[in-house]
């Protein structure tokens, strides 16, 4: 199946920074890839589909001007976390598509804000 | 609109018993079904999948799961634990944007 990997692995920053996860398919072109968002003891839930070339699609609720997505290439997508506060530490995945329609996931970034 | 219910939030066996983790169901359409598991501060790794061909699927680990349709269940065993299936398990469903609904997750603990 194809590889997805996640940077940072792991990120700690002052509430009001700015954090950038990357999300690189290694050996898949991904047209479509996901970001989900699991906080401590809870499911994963879907934040945005991204788009190659096009602008996200954001769940209800999840603010896009707070988590900016820029899919610019067919192996990379960013989520970049602006103006980050103690209530986004949370655990981020994000996943690509195959052409099967299976899911691939990365390893996961967990981000904390103090 | 398609949903999950995982039934147990924390299921307990010994090693050597047998593993049942529930997982319920709802969609419009027929459904494409999965089970992850997912190990402390770890991504998620797909065990099992469901596409409309056989309902009795086989995946890693020596896990399968039964499509019941009229159940809505995809219930996922495993006929003996071993310690290392100690981990977090996830039902999910296909979404409409191909994305995937998870439910919220059964934790399984093996005693020895």
């Known amino acids: 199946g194809a590889v997805v990997s996640q940077h940072p692995s792991w990120v700690i920053c002052k509430s009001g920074t700015s954090v950038k996860i990357e999300c690189r398919s290694l050996d898949f072109q991904a047209t479509t890839m996901f970001w989900y968002r699991q906080f401590p003891k809870q499911s994963l839930m879907l934040m945005a589909t991204?788009?190659?070339?096009?602008?996200?699609?954001?769940e209800q609720g999840v603010e896009k001007d707070k988590f900016l997505i820029n899919h610019a290439s067919l192996t990379l997508s960013t989520l970049t976390v602006t103006s980050a506060h103690p209530e986004d530490s949370s655990f981020y995945i994000c996943?690509?598509?195959?052409?099967?329609?299976?899911?691939?996931f990365g390893p996961g970034t967990r981000l904390t804000v103090l | 609109a398609q949903s999950v219910t995982q039934l147990g939030s924390h299921v307990s066996v010994s090693e050597g018993a047998l593993v049942l983790l529930r997982c319920n169901y709802s969609s419009s359409v027929p459904p494409y079904l999965f089970w992850y598991v997912q190990y402390p501060n770890q991504g998620l790794q797909l065990l099992l999948k469901?596409?409309?061909?056989?309902?009795l699927v086989k995946g890693i680990n020596g896990f399968e799961a039964e499509f019941k349709k009229s159940e809505t269940s995809f219930h996922l065993t495993k006929p003996s634990a071993h310690m290392s299936d100690a981990a977090e398990y996830f039902c999910a469903v296909g979404g409409s944007q191909g994305n995937l609904i998870f439910g919220k997750g059964t934790k399984l603990s093996v005693k020895p």
């Open positions: 996943s690509i598509r195959d052409r099967s329609n299976e899911q691939f």
């Open positions: 469901y596409t409309s061909a056989a309902t």
């Open positions: 991204s788009n190659e070339g096009s602008k996200a699609t954001y």
